[in-house]
Each structure stands twice: as structure tokens, then as C-alpha cells.
């Protein structure tokens, strides 16, 4: 299809550097050709095109389209490839990614010049040094000076790809936390619905999917009386914890632990933890039980029974002990020797105790007890230490028995044996007595329990622990000899403890223990006692944070933005390089002081502290949660603005916060000189509308008056002069006619949009059938149809979407060689837009002329093929950028033309 917009090219053909001289396709020099050289109205936009191409952050290449050859690069292009400049201008387009994969690449540089290929792709370059450095593209067209031109925007993705290759890892790991953990954990949202589930919640409750947690872990219909979870989402519940202890619909006891939260999107959840504890409730009451049955038979038992904790102080006694002190027993609790015994005595049993309690283990020794009723007694104090479930000494029981009455001693002896033998077995350490010559004398039910779960013996009594450490050294157990070495200094006296940390690994799982050996005192042979402490979680944690904090600082150290963390006060408690550079202070200055009196300028200190009060009580502020722009102060004096993001964060004493900075003081800059240009631009294209309104409209006058003059002469003097003179004076008519024409038509272009542009709901519908009535006489006369289909209501300026349509459909009638001409109008919707689309069958537009169409006074054809003024399109091109959309063409020779536009759809909010 032809068309009466075209254009004539407007480059000389060659292509010339900045120094004038011609240059060939492919060379090195043809860098500096593809930019004409500015006139003095446009050297400055020259000059900025051509900082901003070489300032650029991400590398540019311009290629030939044709050739493929790199014809253009900036200064960020050097730096990906590691190569000067004059080594990339010249090579081809592929020689910029490994050799093996150039193929795929010349490929994808023929889709992109073919048009067949756009956005964004990603790829690899190889580097000067050889290493292949993964990038994103993004390729563009346009033609310059005649030449087309390819323009590839890569971007290196290096970092970005091992960043998120580091968070995919960090959330794996997350979620391996959550699934391998044996707790069940679920996330509840307002509507009491579970919204995340782990495996182990599966597992008790069963599936999850849209169900209401009382249904799920109680099996009620609706929420239970005064539900903890609904407590959680009130106002004044904000961050609140809870724990409960409650029953499932199986009779199950779980203690749950429940904390409200926002998600990403700031709606409230409630985090719910819980451990199943039925076992543990049945132990708490047969250990209630048992003490029940403790404490009874301690009362029957004649001989004064107590105990102590770590500080010397009683816990309890019996009522045989009760009656001998003469205190009730509910008054002992928390009493010391002092309190209860004579000066002299007290002094003895204080030193007694402190010296067990510093040596754990038994001693009995001989003294005297104060009985109210019968007067002091010899008695032979037996006393031992207890451990808690940490191995640490928990304090020590004492019996007290009468010399008189060894019958009764002996008794109480062996209660005293059975009692200390209950406590050890009740410790979840494996605990083992060795003699002095390493035989195994005692394991408590931990031990036995242990080995038999992993292979072991069940009895390891008068086993040699040092052969035990020979056996595990000769298959491979490097820590067996340190062990072996520490127990024997602990049996010799040489060393009051020992501890070991060594792993002890299942095929099902990664454990670690800590040995701790001490000498057992008040034995006539040396005794050692070994605990083995499981410390695998505490490993693990020790292990994570760790990598937590070593991963933390790396990533503060390096990062560009200043980083400041505040305490409940508004002190600075961290302080990263890049904010000592930013505001001049060391991480020594800077730590400790307010950070608003430090870093905000005077006017603003009163305001920043009433907000901060605010802060300190709630953990919420304008500025928590938010990016704000605000001025700062560095440590010269100097005010600059920065843009400051903040994030709360709960301390023991209150809410402090953490926060990023970033000086913008480079970016405000390349703001304003960005809006300073735009409104020169905006100014420019208003001068130069008006000058086109004004000297068209004002040619039109004497224009008229040539061309009637003209008119008159050749009615007047036609056949009276000679053949010639008609001949001119016709060209002369012609010509001014002509001129009239294109006045005409260049006051009609510069009147888009400056008349009739205010826009409206338009039905395209109706619009198309008035155009059609217009054109009725044109269509009957070309025995034409004009059809249309699925065509909307859209907001727009009514006379110019009529005249951009009539344009059109009068262009597919006009160029059209067909006995039948038709052209038809259809729209469809897009992303946030409407994409119309005319199409026809005629004499179609060749591919290299597609662009130069829509210029204004362009034409293909000679006025004796088809007649027209050249403005068409160009008028088309205008309405449609009123309208903020584009416009664009798919034709071929003799193959039809289609002529698409959009227009924002601005219905959907676009």
C-alpha cells in the first residue's frame, strides 16, 4: 500500500566521523559517524545524548543490522568485556560470547534485526581474561543516518544471580528448619483459618487446606470460649505471647505458644508453636506420685532426713528432723544452719557443706546435734550432693544418725543410697563411676538407656573404661587417646575437672556431647565421676549464628548505603564504614550519641524527639516501615538529603530500630536538571507549534491573492500570447494551487491537538459508521466495503480519533489497485491498552519505507499515481501521541497494508 505521508531520506548515504571523513561499515572509526552533526539549535541535546550514552552504568553496543559488526560502545562496555575500545569497534556482534555458543547467539541477532525478537533475554560474554560473566539484554532498533542499527543494553546480573543462589539457600535451610523440627507450627489468619501448616501439624491434625483451627485442633464447630487466638488480633494485643496447655480432640496435651504478627502485605497472624506433652504430664504425675510416696516414706523414717540447695539453704525435711531442730518444717524453707543451731555448731555444719557442695559427692562425718528435747547428741552426719539436670550441683541431702543407734544409722544409710541412686537416674545426663583403675562401677538409667538404643551392651559394669578408649583409638577416634589422658589426671588428683566436646554421630542424625569428669570425694580409692551432656542443639545454634553473624557483617561492611542501628534511648548501637564515610564520624564517634541530635539538623531536634517518645511506647512511626527523603548534617557542617528507611525492632526495654541511608544528593540534582530539561523541551515544541499555526494561517492570505491573479491571467490572456506563456502561465496556477494545498494542510497539522483535544467517553462503534457515511460516495464509486468488528468505548478526544480513523480508512480506499477495495477496523484489548487495527488490500508498503511514511510532506508516489498533499499520516502520528499511544505499520509489496495504534485503556485504571 501506498501511502501520501512519506519521506525522503534524509542522510547523504555514508556515514561520517566526528572529524567529517567518510567512513566504511565495520570499521573502528564508524563510532563517531552515527550521530549527524548538531546544528547549533541542538548541540546541547547532542551533547547530553552523547554524556548520558557514555556515563551510562549499564555497557551499550550499536551494531549494524545487516553486518552484525559493532559499530558504537561506551565506557561501561570496556569494562564488561575488559577490552579498549578500539579492540570492540570493528568485531562482530558474536564474538562478544563464548565460542561455543556463537551459533545460538548469530541466531538471536538475526531474530533481533529481523524484528522478530524484543525485551529482555539473558546470555553470557566472555570476558578478556576468559571468564564468562552472565548478563541481561535488552535490544532495541532504530535507524540512524541511513543505517539501521541494533542497540544492546547488557547489564551485568553477576552479582544479582549468586545473591539470589545465597537467598534460595537461606530459604531451603529455613524450610528444612520448619519441616524437620518436632513441633507443630501453623499460621492463623483473623477469620481463624489456617493459612500454614508444617509437617508435624499434618501429621497430628491431619490436612489443613480452608479449615478453622477449632475444627482442625479441637474438632469444635465454632471458636472456643475465650479463644486465646482471637485474643491475639485486638488492638491492644500488638506483639503480644501467649502459652496455654490444652487437649486436642484425641485427649492429647499440647502446650502451645501463640504471638501475633504482620505479614508482607500488613495483615495480622497469629504464629502458633505447640509440643506435645502428654507424656510428659503422665511423668509430672507419677513424679508427683512418687514424691508423694517420697515424702511419706521419709516421715516414717525415725532419723532426721534434709536437704539443701547449692546457697546451704533447706529445701525440706522430715518430720523426724522437724521434731529434732524443734522448727516446723513449713518454716524451714529457705532457713540457714545459722538460723536454726547454736554459733559454735553452725560454724561446724557451714563448713561441712561449703566444702561438699565445693567438692561434690558424699561425706559423712562425726559431730553433734542440738535436740530441744533431749539435749545434744552424738550423731554421724551422712551427707551428698545432687545434680541437676544440667550436671551441675543442685545441692546436697543429709541424714543425720544417732551413734547410739547403729541399727537405725544403717538404715538410714541405705535410704540414703537408694534416694541419691533415684536422683541419678532421674538425670537425663549418662553418668558412669569409675575406679582407679578405669573399671566401671555405676551408669545410671540414662547411660543404660542410651547404649542399648545405639548397639551397646546392657550391663557395662566391671567393664574397663580406658579399654573402651583404646578399642574406639584403633578405629579411627582421634579424641579417645584425649579422653583417656584427662580421666587419668582426674583419678590422680592432678586435675579437679576435665570436659571434652567430641561428636558422636547416628546414621540418622548429627549429635555432639560434652564429657565432664570430677573426682568423687569421700571414697577410700579414687572415683571419677563421667557425665555425657547431648549438646547438639546448642552446637547447632552456637553454629548458625555464627555463619549468621559472619554473613551479617560481610554484608554491611560492603554495602554502599549506611547502616545504623538505635537502642530504646535513640543511641547509636552499630555504625557500618559506609555511614562513617557519609557523614565523616568513626564507628568510635559515632556509637553511643542520639542519633537525630548527631545526624538532623537544629530545627528539626525537638520534632524528631516527641516522634521518637512515641516510638519508644508503640514500635510504630511515619517513618517505620516507609522510605523517606530528609535532610542530614555530616560531621563538617555540611546539610545534604538523604532518603532513610526504617525497621523496628523489639529490645528488652523497649522498641528501637534499624535503618538504611542513602545520600541523594546526586540523584536530586540529575531530578531537577531532568525536569529543567523536560520543561525546556515542553516550552520548545509550544514555540514551535505556534510558529506553524502562525505562518501557515498567515500565508494563506497572500497565497490566495497569487493564485487569483494567476487565475485571471490565464482566462484573460489565454490564446493571446504564445504557446509558451499559456504553458508557464498554467504551471504557474498549478504550482500556487498546490502551495495553497499544502498551507492548508500544514495549519490543519498544527491544529492537532490544540482545538478539539479534550477528551470524553467515545463509542467507536457509532464513530466508524459516520466515517463510513462520509466516505458512502468513495465507497460506492470504488465498489468498496468498509467493515469493522469488537470495537469499544474509550476515553478519548472524539474529533481527533475521527479524524486519525477517517484518515486511515480513506488511505486503504485510496491506494488500493483492487477492483473491489475493502478495509476493515477491529480492536482488541492489551495490557492496559486498547490496540486498534486497519487493515486493507492494497498495493501494500515496502519494509524500508515504514518509518519514513509517517513524516510530514513525505510521499512515495508521484501526484500523477495518486494525488495528496503528504500530511495524512503525519496528522495520524500526532492524534495518536495526543492520545499517549503509538502507531506503527505491518505491509509488504504489493501484500496489503495493517495499520495499528493504541490508545490507554483508561477504564482498567492504566
Known amino acids: ?425 532421674s538425670l537425663s545426663s549418662n553418668i558412669c563411676i569409675l575406679d582407679g583403675r578405669g573399671s566401671i562401677r555405676y551408669t545410671n538409667a540414662a547411660w543404660d538407656r542410651f547404649s542399648g538404643e545405639n548397639g551397646g551392651r546392657g550391663d557395662y559394669k566391671d567393664w574397663n573404661y580406658f579399654q573402651v578408649c583404646e578399642a574406639a583409638a584403633r578405629q579411627g577416634d582421634a579424641l579417645a587417646h584425649d579422653a583417656a589422658h584427662g580421666i587419668r589426671l582426674v583419678l590422680d588428683g592432678k586435675l579437679d575437672e576435665f570436659r571434652l566436646e567430641y561428636p558422636c554421630h547416628s546414621p540418622d542424625e548429627l549429635r555432639w556431647f560434652r564429657m565432664i569428669v570430677r573426682p568423687l570425694q569421700g571414697s577410700d580409692s579414687p572415683l571419677a565421676v563421667i557425665s555425657h551432656n547431648n549438646i547438639t542443639e546448642q552446637k547447632l545454634a552456637d553454629d548458625a549464628l555464627r555463619l549468621s553473624e559472619g554473613r551479617l557483617r560481610t554484608i554491611t561492611d560492603t554495602t554502599q548505603d549506611a547502616i545504623v542501628m538505635i537502642d530504646e534511648e535513640g543511641d547509636i548501637s552499630f555504625w557500618n564504614p559506609a555511614a562513617a564515610r557519609m557523614f565523616g564520624y568513626s564507628q568510635e564517634e559515632a556509637t553511643g550519641q542520639n542519633l537525630h541530635r548527631l545526624l538532623a539538623p537544629a530545627e528539626f531536634h525537638e520534632a524528631h524527639g516527641k516522634a521518637f517518645a512515641s516510638f519508644q511506647k508503640t514500635g510504630e512511626g511515619a517513618a517505620v516501615g516507609k522510605t523517606l527523603e530528609l535532610a542530614a548534617i555530616n560531621k563538617n557542617g555540611d546539610r545534604f538529603p538523604i532518603e532513610m528507611s526504617l525497621a523496628a525492632r523489639r529490645l528488652p526495654r523497649g522498641w528501637g530500630a534499624v535503618g538504611i541511608i542513602r545520600d541523594i544528593t546526586e540523584r536530586n540534582k540529575a531530578r531537577e536538571q531532568l525536569r529543567q530539561a523536560m520543561d525546556d523541551l515542553e516550552r520548545s515544541n509550544r514555540e514551535l507549534e505556534e510558529f506553524a499555526y502562525v505562518a501557515s494561517h498567515d500565508l494563506k492570505e497572500p497565497l490566495r491573492m497569487v493564485v487569483s491573479y494567476m487565475q485571471l491571467l490565464e482566462r484573460r490572456y489565454k490564446g493571446q500570447l504564445d504557446e509558451k506563456a499559456d504553458k508557464f502561465i498554467g504551471y504557474a496556477v498549478d504550482g500556487a494551487m498546490r502551495m495553497q494545498k499544502l498551507i492548508s494542510a500544514l495549519l490543519d497539522y498544527s491544529r492537532v491537538g490544540r482545538v478539539n483535544g479534550d477528551f470524553e467517553t467515545v463509542d467507536c462503534t457509532a464513530l466508524i459508521e459516520r466515517i463510513a457515511g462520509d466516505l458512502s460516495a468513495t465507497v460506492s464509486e470504488k465498489n468498496a466495503r468498509i467493515t469493522y468488528s469488537d470495537l469499544p468505548e474509550v476515553q478519548a478526544a472524539p474529533a481527533l480519533l475521527g479524524q486519525l480513523l477517517q484518515n486511515l480508512v480513506a488511505n486503504g480506499l485510496k491506494y488500493c489497485t483492487d477492483p473491489a477495495p475493502h478495509v476493515h477496523v477491529s480492536a482488541e484489548r492489551g495490557h492496559g491498552e486498547w490496540v486498534f487495527s486497519v487493515s486493507d488490500n492494497g498495493i501494500g508498503i515496502p519494509p524500508e519505507h515504514h518509518e519514513r511514511i509517517f513524516k510530514i510532506f513525505q510521499r512515495l508516489h508521484t501526484r500523477d499515481e495518486f494525488q495528496g498533499t503528504g500530511i495524512g499520516l503525519s496528522v495520524c502520528k500526532k492524534a495518536v501521541e495526543h492520545h499517549h499511544g503509538r502507531i506503527w505499520v505491518e505491509s509488504g509489496q504489493g501484500q496489503g497494508s495493517t495499520f495499528f495504534f493504541t490508545i490507554p485503556d483508561r477504564e482498567a485504571g492504566s
Open 1 to 425: 500500500m501506498g501511502t501520501d505521508s512519506e519521506r525522503k531520506d534524509c542522510g547523504n548515504g555514508q556515514a561520517r566521523g566526528e572529524s567529517g571523513a567518510p567512513e566504511g561499515n565495520g570499521s573502528a572509526a564508524a563510532a563517531a559517524s552515527l550521530l549527524p552533526a548538531p546544528d547549533c539549535a541542538h548541540a546541547d541535546t547532542d551533547q547530553e545524548f552523547r554524556l548520558a550514552f557514555e556515563n551510562a552504568l549499564d555497557a551499550i553496543f550499536w551494531a549494524d543490522a545487516a553486518t552484525g559488526i559493532i559499530v558504537r560502545v561506551n565506557r561501561a562496555a570496556e569494562d564488561l568485556m575488559g577490552r579498549p575500545r578500539s579492540e570492540l569497534l570493528g568485531m562482530s556482534q558474536m564474538d562478544l560470547h563464548p565460542a561455543n555458543r556463537r551459533d545460538f547467539y548469530r541466531e538471536m541477532f538475526e531474530q533481533h534485526a529481523s524484528g522478530g525478537i524484543t525485551g529482555r533475554r539473558q546470555a553470557v560474554v566472555a570476558h578478556a581474561s576468559g571468564r564468562e560473566i552472565p548478563v541481561q539484554i535488552s535490544v532495541s532498533g532504530t535507524r540512524i543516518n541511513g543505517r539501521d542499527i541494533i542497540q544492546g543494553v547488557f547489564r551485568n546480573i553477576e552479582d544479582a544471580q549468586k545473591a539470589q543462589q545465597a537467598l534460595e539457600a537461606e530459604r531451603r535451610k529455613f524450610n528444612t528448619l520448619l519441616e524437620t523440627t518436632n513441633a507443630f507450627i501453623c499460621s492463623i489468619d483473623q477469620s481463624l483459618t489456617v493459612r500454614y501448616a508444617n509437617s508435624v501439624f499434618t501429621k497430628h491434625f491431619g490436612a489443613h487446606a480452608n479449615r478453622k483451627c477449632h475444627d482442625i485442633l479441637w474438632g469444635r464447630a465454632a471458636p472456643c470460649p475465650d479463644c486465646p487466638i482471637q485474643k491475639l488480633f485486638d488492638d491492644a494485643a500488638n506483639g503480644q505471647e501467649m502459652t496455654r496447655e490444652c487437649a486436642d480432640a484425641r485427649g492429647r496435651i499440647h502446650k502451645i505458644f501463640l504471638k501475633a504478627y504482620r505479614d508482607q502485605t500488613g495483615a495480622r497472624q497469629a504464629l502458633v508453636t505447640g509440643f506435645d506433652i502428654t507424656n510428659l504430664k503422665y511423668a509430672e504425675m507419677e513424679l508427683e506420685a512418687r514424691n508423694m510416696f517420697l515424702n511419706t516414706l521419709l516421715d516414717t523414717i525415725p532419723a532426721p532426713v534434709f536437704y539443701k540447695d547449692e546457697k546451704g539453704r533447706y529445701l525440706g525435711c522430715n518430720k523426724a528432723f522437724e521434731e529434732h531442730a524443734g522448727t516446723p518444717r513449713e518454716q524451714l524453707a529457705g532457713k540457714t544452719v545459722f538460723d536454726l543451731w547454736p554459733r559454735q555448731l553452725a560454724e561446724v555444719y557451714h563448713e561441712a557443706d561449703t566444702k561438699l557442695l565445693r567438692e561434690p559427692g558424699r561425706h559423712a562425718y562425726e559431730g553433734q546435734m542440738n535436740n530441744p528435747r533431749t539435749g545434744p547428741r552424738d550423731v554421724i552426719f551422712h551427707k551428698a550432693t545432687f545434680n541437676n539436670p544440667d550436671g551441675s550441683v543442685g545441692g546436697l541431702l543429709g541424714i543425720t544418725v544417732d551413734i547410739t543407734e547403729r541399727k537405725a544409722m544403717e538404715r538410714r544409710i541405705a535410704h540414703q543410697e537408694r534416694f541419691v541412686s533415684s536422683i541419678l537416674d
